[in-house]
């Protein structure tokens, strides 16, 4: 990343989604017996709306939506590991330029856009069966990716030749669809096709409609999620809001409180509180050079 901010291989989203799926997954596999594992599949998976012939059938219920996408296969661990090596592979990037809060939005919306698409298609081409796992939302963040950063060369597997971005995308959204119309292998493509396709709808539209700030309003009241989610791109880990003091650049008598002296200028805890919410809300890339700047001195004065 430009400018004055520093990228984070590990943005606290990112992390957070990492470690919710691996540990679901670890309870899942290593913790809960078979017996127990079923009544969480029952209530916790996305289960087709017209119902299934298997022998612990469930029921649709809304919260499904979500709670589909941090539940993998116990069958192979290349299900979880796949899908959260492309997460951090393609999502660092995206909340780093972001925000973490812009990226949580659209990671989830994508992942319910995937099951609802998946929910009514899926059943026209293969026998309707209850849906585990992040594929809808990590192809929504692959789709923001290719578009984000079209010419970006990427290694496919099994040529491991560079491939622009878009290529990309372009190559797994074919095989997804051939896949998806045969219908024989049991894998929800259709889910991954919707969360691209939701991903795509939200890129287009979402600002302009004002979802991130439908969503984002529900928030901003929490002083714990923001200081948890806002990036502090001034300093690696999310510290504490401190009150900024230069004694070295004032008289005493003419010091104001909760400030620092930046080029002659006073910088106020108000103007850094404004600077991070801006972050949390838009994202580094929506700063103006001036507040780059600033976080930079203070970064360099926290060193």
Known sequence: MQGYGRF???????KTLLILNVSIFALQFFIFPSVLNNIILK??????IQGTNLPFPGTFWPWQLITYQFMHSLST????GFNMFALWMFGAELENMWGSRKFLF???LCGIGAGIIHLFVSPLFSQPLPTI???????GILLA???????????????FIPIPAKIFVIIFACIELIAGISGSDGIAHFAHLGGAFTGFVLLRFAERWGIYKFFDKFFKSDEHYRSYFAERYYDPSPPKRVKWVNRSEVEEDEKPHNSVIINGEHITQQIIDEILDKISASGYQSLTEKEKKILFELSQRLK
């Open 145 to 159: 990716f290719g578009l984000t950063f079209p010419n970006r060369p990427i290694f496919m597997f099994p040529f």
């Open 133 to 139: 796992g992040a594929s809808g939302a990590v192809y």
């Open 106 to 108: 659209y990671y989830l």
């Open 77 to 80: 661990f290349l299900h979880v």
């Open 43 to 48: 209530y916790f998976a996305l289960w087709p």
């Open 8 to 14: 984070s291989v590990m943005p606290p989203v990112l």
